[in-house]
Structures are given as structure tokens and as C-alpha cells.
């Protein structure tokens, strides 16, 4: 199975702070790798790299088989522009912390807008289509309710709808139930397992360890910038061989 995604030796600094020390991944289409490691892990910043919100400063990503920030032309490789990195950005669809929904938009307008404004999509046919992401995240009662009509899970499950909406060929969650009241996570959670059985290829950063255990194929945890483990999540979550990730999976738990 070729990998969707591979990054090579990524390593990226904001200024003093080495954030990502040589990292080295590489996802097989259909598979979802979980993340897990403590705040200021380097986490976070991967999956920005990955999609483009941060440029690396050593090392390379591929996407989709396609060099992620360059085009080589010969033997040399030249920056994309803005717009071509626009279009390789969307091959993967990113849902944040935060939901980030236009509050003046309602659920299905928030769904809308990207596949219009952006892939120039006919409105009927992206309505059609968000009608049925909408049933699939469980809100299609909630079509016309406006974000501040929405409690947070329902917010997130509409951002995930939204991202899905692109068509990615991959899904980025950066720790999507970490901003969430503990009894609406289990409902964020629902969609995504239900996104991983269907075949979607996931990167989750994540410190619910228990969906980790049920839905990853690999995991990999992360400390001051570096892989420090990765295997099965039976290997990494349950007998882990490092002290450092055994020391936080016991503070997690605790």
C-alpha cells in the first residue's frame, strides 16, 4: 500500500525553540496514525507543516505523492507560489481546536462556501452534497442553526462536515475534542470512528487515548520535537518500551 503521506527529516524552529528535531513519518492510504505527546511536543506544528500552515526548514513532505511547498524543474526546486500552494492544500482537510466556523454563516452555508468560492462548485450540487454530510455527522436537523445556536460539539461536528466537503484525500485533527465540555466529546469521536471505518487516510493529534487504542493503526509519540516511540497502539499505549512515553500515559490516566 503506497503512503499518502511521508515526511523525511522535518525540522522547523521558532527562533530559539526547536519544535520539530528530524521527524519521520510515513501514512498508507487508508490508515490512520494517531499523535499523542505532551503540550509543546511538536504536535501541533507537524500537522501545520504537513498542510502548509508553517514552512519546514529542512527535510521534505510529500503529499499525495507530490513534494509539498516546491516544484523541481531539472535538478532544482523553486518555492510555489501562493496560489499553487492553495491548490496542493487542498488535498488534505484540517479541523482545529477550535471550530472556526463563520458565525454568520449557518451550518449548511459554513459547508457551502468552500466548495462554491473555492472549487467552484454548482451551489445545488455542493447544497446536495452538504445535506448528506450533514446526516452523516448527525445534524441534519440542524441545517439552518447558526454557530451560536450550536453547542460545541455540534460546532465541531459541522467544521468536520465543512473539511469534508473539499473531498480531501486526507484528514488532519488537531486535537479537535481538546476545547470540548467532556460530555460532548464522545459525539465528536462518533464521526470520526465512523470516518476511519470508512477508509478516510487520518493524522489525529489526540490525548483520548482510549479512541487511539480503537480506531489507530500506528502510534507515535512525540517529546521536545522527536519521535520518541511509535508502533501498534497495543505496543506504544499498552506496553510502551520508553520511559518517557510510559511516565505520560500514567499522567494522562491518572
Given at each position: ?36 505527546g505532551?503540550s509543546?511536543?511538536?504536535k ?6 504537513i498542510n502548509?500552515l508553517?514552512?519546514?526548514?529542512s ?6 505523492g ?7 524543474v ?7 507560489t501562493?496560489?499553487e ?5 487542498l ?9 472556526n466556523l463563520?458565525?454568520?454563516?449557518t ?6 462556501e468552500?466548495?462554491v468560492?473555492v472549487?467552484?462548485?454548482?451551489r445545488?450540487?455542493?447544497?446536495d ?7 452523516r ?5 440542524k441545517?439552518?442553526a ?14 468536520i ?8 484525500k486526507?484528514?488532519l ?6 476545547a470540548?465540555d ?8 462518533a464521526?470520526?470512528?465512523?470516518l476511519?471505518r470508512?477508509?478516510m487516510?487520518?493524522?489525529?493529534v489526540?490525548?483520548e487515548?482510549?479512541?487511539?487504542r480503537e480506531?489507530?493503526?500506528e ?14 497502539p ?13 511516565d505520560?500515559?500514567?499522567?494522562v490516566?491518572?
Amino acid at each position: 500500500m503506497m503512503p499518502i503521506v511521508v515526511t523525511t527529516d522535518v525540522r522547523k524552529n521558532f527562533g530559539s525553540v526547536q519544535a520539530l528535531d528530524g521527524v519521520s513519518i510515513q501514512i498508507p492510504a487508508g490508515q490512520v496514525l494517531c499523535i499523542v505527546g505532551p503540550s509543546g511536543s511538536g504536535k501541533s506544528t507537524l500537522l501545520r507543516c504537513i498542510n502548509q500552515l508553517e514552512r519546514i526548514d529542512s527535510g521534505a513532505v510529500w503529499v499525495d505523492g507530490e513534494l509539498i511547498g516546491y516544484r523541481r524543474v531539472g535538478d532544482k526546486l523553486y518555492e510555489l507560489t501562493d496560489a499553487e500552494i492553495a491548490r496542493q492544500r487542498l488535498t488534505s482537510g484540517m479541523v482545529f481546536q477550535r471550530f472556526n466556523l463563520f458565525q454568520h454563516m449557518t451550518a449548511l452555508e459554513n459547508i457551502i462556501e468552500g466548495p462554491v468560492t473555492v472549487q467552484k462548485r454548482r451551489r445545488t450540487q455542493a447544497i446536495d452534497e452538504a445535506l448528506v454530510l450533514l446526516e452523516r455527522v448527525g445534524l441534519s436537523a440542524k441545517r439552518d442553526a447558526y454557530p451560536s445556536e450550536l453547542s460545541g460539539g455540534q460546532q465541531q461536528r459541522v467544521a468536520i462536515a465543512r473539511a469534508l466537503a473539499m473531498k480531501p484525500k486526507l484528514m488532519l485533527f488537531d486535537e479537535p475534542t481538546s476545547a470540548l465540555d467532556p460530555e460532548l466529546v464522545g459525539e465528536v469521536l462518533a464521526v470520526m470512528k465512523d470516518l476511519a471505518r470508512s477508509g478516510m487516510t487520518m493524522i489525529v493529534v489526540t490525548h483520548e487515548l482510549g479512541f487511539a487504542r480503537e480506531v489507530a493503526n500506528e502510534v507515535v509519540f512525540m517529546d521536545r520535537g522527536a519521535i520518541v516511540e511509535r508502533g501498534s497502539p497495543q505496543e506504544v499505549l499498552v506496553h510502551p518500551k520508553q520511559q518517557r512515553t510510559r511516565d505520560f500515559i500514567a499522567a494522562v490516566l491518572a
